[in-house]
């Protein structure tokens, strides 16, 4: 383990003692720790192994040029960039094996946006005093970051302290020693991509039925940061096909809701040339959540809209909205560089919609899409819903047909 690196992120003119404390228990468990120093204020307090100074001349500035900045988010910019290049550079390097960061919301902010940067293989660990504050899920990004509060405020050492960074130590340093190496996935069969939600669940399931003899199926949910987590795993080549249902956090982005994902949603596979499979699940639809029916409603101007329980609202699209997103959908798919099928189950996009989808829609969004995207990629239109298991074996059979 001694050649086993854990970065510790954090500000040295603040929590110096507690970065020190810190590295002390991880070099007693067998590993490097290497501290990180993000701070611009006060001189620090102990020595740093990356200084400010390493940081902004990895973006072309320094110290003294951060510091000097009157914008406070300049210098918060600075700080990400280069500390996440720092970073990378040891990840290239084989020289990091573990992140840490400790603070208040300031260095969680800025640590969140650096670990969201560095690859899923790194276990990354944020130990936070505002973990409990209204909207820290934000921090938690795509790439598996573990987020600890502490309700003891982190500043000079006590007892109390101690006790929460003997945890967050010994939890680092559990991570990096029992990490499954990403060189092992994929060995004893190819795994696939299947990107899925509530309203696909019997789909998803056949699926991974039918092709787990065969190939490790591997499920993301589409809530945003995971569909972001499972392009950037496929960017990695970890995965060699892709089955995606339910791509409709594009939708989501272009009308307000709260499934969001990235830009590049539904572009990466085809980029890479990666075999995939593709569904419309929900892309007539975008989610509102943490409004009630009565504050809802009034902003719905007429749409139709369907709560899954108090709180979650999934808000229909008009014909001429599917037909505009259609578009957008097939310049995304357009890009695919690799064997690609879409299938649409013209008898409802979604499970609740069996008795109750529109024709209308789902006609439009053909038509668009065989007008718009190209010879190379074939349109199936299938008699079912998305979640009868018809819909399931056709898809297998079009996954099948990619992949061969």
Not at 165 to 181: D, S
Not at 233 to 242: A, H, M, Q
């Amino acid at each position: 383990m001694g050649n086993r690196t854990i970065a510790i992120i954090s500000s040295l003119d603040t929590k110096g003692e507690a970065v020190e404390y810190l590295k002390d228990f991880i070099s007693k468990k067998g590993f490097v720790p290497i501290s990180v120093d993000v701070g611009y204020g006060s001189p620090v307090t102990i020595p740093a192994d990356i200084t400010v100074d390493d940081i902004a001349r990895a973006v072309g500035s320094s110290a003294e040029r951060v510091r000097a900045l009157k914008d406070r988010r300049e210098m918060i910019e600075v700080m990400k960039k280069g500390a996440t290049a720092k970073l990378k550079e040891l990840y290239g390097a084989g020289k990091l094996h573990g992140v840490l960061a400790l603070g208040g919301m300031s260095n969680t902010s800025l640590a969140a946006d650096i670990m969201q940067e560095l690859p899923f293989s790194v276990p990354k660990l944020l130990m936070s005093t505002g973990a409990s504050m209204p909207g820290s899920n934000r921090f938690f990004g795509p790439t598996g970051l573990t987020m600890m509060h502490s309700p003891i405020d982190i500043g000079a050492l006590n007892s109390l302290l101690r006790v929460q960074l003997n945890r967050a130590a010994a939890a680092i340093c559990g991570m990096v020693e029992n990490e499954i190496p990403f060189s092992h996935l994929g060995r004893e069969k190819p795994m696939v991509a299947i990107c899925t939600y509530g309203y696909t669940e019997k789909c998803s399931h056949y699926l991974a039925e039918a092709l787990n003899k065969k190939y490790e199926t591997v499920n993301f949910h589409a809530s945003g940061a995971a569909e972001v987590t499972m392009e950037k795993l496929i960017e990695d080549g970890l995965f060699s096909g892709v089955i995606d249902l339910v791509p409709s956090s594009i939708t989501n982005a272009l009308y307000g809701g709260g499934r969001t994902s990235w830009d590049r949603r539904l572009e990466v596979a085809g980029e890479k040339g990666i075999p995939q499979v593709v569904a419309p699940a929900g892309v007539h639809t975008f989610s509102r959540t943490g409004v009630t029916e009565d504050v809802l409603v009034p902003q719905l101007k007429g749409r139709k809209y369907s709560f899954m329980d108090a709180q979650r609202c999934t808000v229909y699209l008009t014909v001429e909205e599917v037909a505009d997103v259609a578009s957008v959908y097939a310049r995304k798919l357009n890009k695919a560089k690799g064997p690609t099928k879409l299938l649409v189950p013209m008898r409802g996009w979604i499970s609740i919609e069996k008795d109750s989808y529109d024709a209308e829609i789902i006609k439009v969004f053909v038509e668009v899409m065989r007008k718009e995207l190209k010879p190379e990629i074939e349109l199936r239109e299938i008699d079912a819903n998305i979640d009868d298991p018809a819909f399931a074996q056709a898809v297998v059979a079009a996954f099948i047909e990619v992949m061969s």
